[in-house]
């Protein structure tokens, strides 16, 4: 099993439709969660934290599941310039941060 | 408040070579990770360098090594190249270890 696993998609969602990625991760033992995300060929921006109370900032929403081990993002109200692929970060217990492999969004006008 | 800033942007080696790849954290920030991304992947973790000191290492062979400098600047290094490590190397730095990370532009190499 993948220490952080998330579905590659692509998602491709009307513009101000809501959307909610999934992230997985293995080892219990982690304690800082992070939501990127990256545009193709850029590196990747930090988009939020995930706090064990969930985080929300404008049209995202993130939350953390300790007892099912997974983080979500939810994006209200797509926008054209959400377009992008996103990216679930844990640390691994040991100050090494593990990178899903990104799901990729795309908001059709 | 400068951000993270690499060089050189791109680069071109041929196999067997070796490669340094620089990294000026972000202003505050005493902690540096470098990563390595492939196409179509996530970023892979290399090491993680705190107050000069390696400490944490990602499944990349001893021919990957780097520095950290007083100034919390940072290399990477790679001998040998071979045509696997063809990426964009990633560097970000973070006020302390467990906190926020944020990249730098990236270095592309290709190795023919």
């Known amino acids: 099993r993948k220490e952080v696993e998330q579905d590659p998609g692509p998602f491709n969602v009307p513009e101000g439709a809501t959307v909610a990625f999934n992230c997985t991760y293995s080892?219990?033992?982690?304690?800082?969660f992070f939501w990127y995300r990256q545009d193709c060929r850029k590196e990747p921006k930090l988009l939020m934290s995930v706090y064990s109370s969930g985080n929300e900032d404008g049209r995202f929403t993130a939350q953390l599941n300790r007892a099912s081990q997974y983080i979500s993002l939810l994006i209200r109200d797509s926008k054209l310039s959400d377009s992008a692929t996103y990216l679930c970060?844990?640390?691994?217990?040991?100050?090494?941060?593990?990178f899903g492999t990104g799901t990729r969004l795309k908001v059709l006008a | 408040e400068t951000g993270v800033t690499q060089s050189p942007t791109h680069l071109i080696k041929t196999r067997g070579q070796q490669v340094t790849l620089r990294c000026s954290s972000q202003?505050?920030?005493?902690?540096v990770s470098w990563y390595q991304q492939a196409l179509g992947q996530g970023p892979q973790f290399i090491f993680q360098y705190y107050r000069e000191e390696e400490n944490g290492r990602g499944n990349f062979p001893p021919r990957f090594s780097g520095l950290q400098f007083p100034n919390y600047s940072s290399e990477l290094n790679v001998n040998a190249l071979e045509l696997d490590d063809s990426a964009l190397y990633l560097c970000?730095?973070?006020?302390?270890?467990?906190?926020?990370?944020?990249f730098g532009p990236g270095t592309r190499l290709t190795v023919l």
């Open positions: 080892n219990s033992a982690s304690q800082s």
């Open positions: 202003s505050g920030h005493n902690t």
């Open positions: 970000a730095s973070s006020y302390r270890q467990g906190n926020e990370q944020f």
């Open positions: 970060v844990v640390d691994s217990g040991t100050y090494k941060y593990i």
